[in-house]
């Protein structure tokens, strides 16, 4: 019996001796993060400084919300008050996709509805400088059956349905995190949002099919506007449920389940009081905008994504996309302002998704009609062609504000002391392709040509078959790859006169931040 209680006992010893190398193996793994000088680098002192301003601690925790339209993504940070404002803004680079959810794998939409990002969700070694998982899909998505993985918001302002910062951007949003876990947060907040809900944006998209989602998540958008406090967050019966709390009466705690019946629960009056009394006021503002006819936002599913201003206004031939474009300046005006980060060469601006416009069925291109000649002496004029249902690309072509080259030979009346003129050779249709091409220049700021054609070749009448208008051919690409430094400085300290901004060496920390939270996970 002793021999066999020996021999049970040395096993065991051996068995916690081979699971103490094997985490010590994972810590020293964690360890060596601690190399990684771009995820240690410090908060910029202006930041430090707009901080200190603002009455908030460097370790309190942060929230996270990103808007599509705007192309915007807030750092909100908590003050000494308990309450949450804004630290920074900082313009989107790239996102793409469309306005709405994301919905599943491969369909390169960036998510949006309420997410947590916990410190494993940090990758400090990002193939984009560096990164954190959305953690898209949450419970809600996956009651859905959505699917989808690996939704980053990361540097190197590339997206194929993440949310691209430049990389200056995201190593010091990255250092926001990281200060905050230091500080004991266990999970910061990320809400993602079509747009701001704000009653006009709300009233012009009233027509999008996203519209019931969009009033779900605006419930969540609405308790932090009144609270400015990290709303809770739920899921029951397939949606989202905000500030939840067990009724006076309950005795057991709530559990939720995202496809199961929603429990019994209150919102506390004071919340519930002060979101009613805001939504009654936008409710009524929206009425007023619909009555008063504000236009619907028009669909752009060809387009993929969008970008800030400020990024698009420094790339050749670059869009604000699904964006909002410049208000009360250019695009040309804004390219004379510094860049918040550098622009790699590389970068993709929105532009229209030309494979699902080319995939859609050839039109029916509209047939040149010459009528019979009233007598052997005639000419040919060319007038304008009749309104025709067309194809689609003529459609696309008139609604773009193209107008049509097709022409129709018509006879003229006898003329006493006109010859016979010799017969016109009809002029060809535009092609599709040049419809296409036509249409994707137009998109193109700058490069809109299509209001200066049709003034030149207003119809007129005359003695020969006009020919179609050769579309505007599209600038070359002049962009050059520039060469990405291996540490980006800081966005907030980056007001340098030369306009240049180069990295320093960063100062790694004894107690960084995965040896410091190591202990944690």
Known sequence: MISRSLARALLASVALMMAGGLLAGCNSDQVSLATNAKANQPVPPKLLAAMTEKDMDLQSPILVRLFKQEAELEVWKQTRSGQFALLKTYPICRWSG?????????????????????????????????????????AFDKALGRTGSQLMVHGDCSSRGC??????????????GRESFFGGQKAFQLQAYPFKMTPVNMAKHRNNPNMPFWKMIKEGYDHFEVTRQEPKVDFCERKYVFDAAKPADAKRDLVFDASAKCPAYVIPEEIASAVRGKQTKDEAEYARLVAKGTPVARMNTGIDGGMNKVFAAKIPEGSTGLSEGAEGTTLQMLAMAKAPGTIPGHVNPPKPNLDSVASAPSPQEEPVVVSAPASSTRVASAQPAEKSQGGFFSNLGR???????????TTAPPQ??????????????????????????????????????????????????????????????????????????????????????????????????????GAMR
């Open 163 to 176: 949310y691209a910062m430049t990389d200056e951007q995201i190593a010091e949003i990255y250092s926001l």
């Open 416 to 517: 006493a002391t006109a010859s016979v003129a010799p017969a016109q050779t009809a002029p060809t249709p535009p092609t599709a392709a040049s419809r296409l091409k036509a249409a994707v220049t137009r998109f193109v700021p700058g490069q809109d040509k299509s209001k200066d054609t049709a003034a030149k070749e207003a119809p007129k009448p005359a003695v020969a078959a006009a020919k179609p208008a050769e579309p505007p051919k599209p600038q070359p690409d002049t962009r050059l790859a520039a060469t990405r430094p291996a540490l980006k400085p800081s966005v907030s300290d980056s007001a340098a006169d030369s306009g240049l901004m180069a990295g320093s060496a960063p100062v790694v920390p004894s107690n960084s931040f995965e040896s410091r939270f």
């Open 98 to 138: 469309d306005l709405g959810p994301k919905v599943r794998e491969g369909d390169r939409q960036a998510p949006e509805g309420f997410y947590s990002i916990n410190p494993g969700q940090m990758n400090p070694q990002s193939a984009y400088y560096l990164s954190f998982n959305t953690g898209y899909p949450n």
């Open 399 to 409: 609604k773009m504000g193209l107008g049509s080259a097709d022409t129709t030979a």
